[in-house]
């Protein structure tokens, strides 16, 4: 195992390798939330800083446990090749699409529907593992582009913010996410 306060070379090649990782957070109470996340929508700044496009869905449990804890875990696995995890520790914040620097920085992302805020993180810890429990898998197709994206281009920009109004303004645990700039 190698850990260390930043990426190099080698970690940022396998990151941008993978198909997907996983987000992990937490506020100081309720449940931790690992999600998903993939197409084209993470970015490495530098060693010390990745920025990540979130799109829509069911929940918006990153948001919220951000407003109250800024820590948030990345995680890769290798799925094909060889093994290997990385965890990527640090302090995030969010941006949403309400706030003034979002134009300049949603530009650095393709246009998806749905885009619902980017998560800025700066790492102080990196780690790696051995890997070899993550299941060796094939990757057949993204599911984000035939069903997720279609979903919410369907909506509309307008449909959009009406379904972030009755599922995204808060956790599951009842703590609001800032998704229209509230408190």
Same mark, same amino acid.
């Given at each position: 195992?190698?850990?260390?306060?930043?990426?190099?070379?080698?970690?940022?090649?396998?990151?941008?390798?993978?198909?997907?990782?996983?987000?992990?957070?937490?506020? +100081?109470?309720?449940?931790? #939330?690992? @999600?998903?996340? %993939?197409?084209? /929508?993470?970015?490495?700044?530098? *060693? &010390? +800083?990745?920025?990540?496009? #979130?799109? @829509?869905?069911? %929940?918006?449990? /990153?948001?919220?446990?951000?407003? *109250? &804890?800024?820590?948030?875990?990345?995680?890769?696995?290798?799925?094909?090749?060889?093994?290997?995890?990385?965890?990527?520790?640090?302090?995030?914040?969010?941006?949403?699409?309400?706030?003034?620097?979002?134009?300049?920085?949603?530009?650095?992302?393709?246009q998806i529907a749905g885009s619902r805020?980017?998560?800025?993180?700066?790492?102080?810890?990196?780690?790696?593992?051995?890997?070899?429990?993550?299941?060796?898998?094939?990757?057949?197709?993204?599911?984000?582009?035939?069903?997720l994206v279609p979903f919410y281009e369907?909506?509309?920009?307008?449909?959009?913010?009406?379904?972030?109004?009755?599922?995204?303004?808060?956790?599951?645990?009842?703590?609001?996410?800032?998704?229209?700039?509230?408190?």
């Open positions: 195992m190698a850990t260390g306060p930043k990426l190099n070379g080698t970690l940022r090649k396998f990151i941008q390798r993978q198909r997907m990782f996983f987000v992990a957070t937490a506020a +100081r109470d309720g449940r931790v #939330n690992v @999600s998903p996340k %993939g197409m084209d /929508t993470l970015r490495i700044v530098d *060693d &010390t +800083r990745i920025v990540w496009l #979130n799109l @829509s869905g069911s %929940g918006n449990e /990153t948001a919220a446990h951000l407003r *109250d &804890t800024p820590r948030m875990t990345l995680m890769f696995c290798a799925f094909e090749g060889d093994a290997m995890i990385l965890r990527v520790y640090g302090q995030a914040s969010a941006l949403h699409p309400h706030d003034k620097e979002w134009d300049e920085a949603i530009a650095d992302f393709p805020q980017i998560f800025d993180l700066c790492i102080d810890l990196v780690q790696t593992s051995c890997g070899t429990g993550v299941p060796l898998m094939d990757f057949k197709a993204s599911r984000a582009e035939t069903e369907e909506m509309g920009p307008d449909g959009v913010r009406d379904y972030w109004r009755r599922k995204n303004t808060q956790s599951i645990d009842g703590h609001p996410t800032g998704i229209f700039g509230e408190e």
